[in-house]
């Protein structure tokens, strides 16, 4: 992982305490268990949107982990082309930087499968794992809030029945 082999426990968290009780416990910081070591590594700075901010290891982890997990997905690699793929589904897949979710794609899922229950500017579709409140703070640091719509969900639409011959032609 290319990771900085630690020489004291004060590298490994900055925090007074944790690090003496480490030292006690352990003695060396070469004797750090892996589950300790890395549940009480100092976290990395927090920012506004960073949303998971684990310590330094475990961030490299997950990020060569992802990079494994891309690189060795054939539908993401070799076969991510127009020769094996439709025209509309290459298109479909390249990312849309002025959809309103900065790119975004789960929107584009959440759109399809529940249609009628998010406006187009519904921050709980374009931004869907995050809390509205702090998502409308960021975006009034970028003085767009009022291109998105902070109203909640509405009800799923009712179902209609189509059960005869009739029916279904007036769908079609």
Known sequence: LG??????FTEWDPDKDIAETARRLY??????????????????????????????????????????LVRGDRFLTHDYNVATLTSYHFQDLQPDLDNGAFGGHICKLLFRLFPGHYTYDSVYALFPFTNPDTTRGILEKLNIEDRY????????????????????????
């Open 3 to 8: 990771l900085k082999e630690y020489t004291d």
């Open 27 to 68: 003695k060396h910081v070469d004797n750090l268990e892996l589950y300790p070591g890395l549940m009480a590594e100092q976290p990395k700075p927090s920012r506004e949107g960073s949303g998971l901010a684990p310590g330094y290891i475990i961030s490299r982890a997950i990020l060569s982990d992802a990079a494994a």
């Open 149 to 172: 719509s902070f109203t909640k969900l509405s009800h799923a639409p009712q179902w209609v029945k189509v059960t005869t011959y009739d029916g279904a032609r007036h769908v079609l």
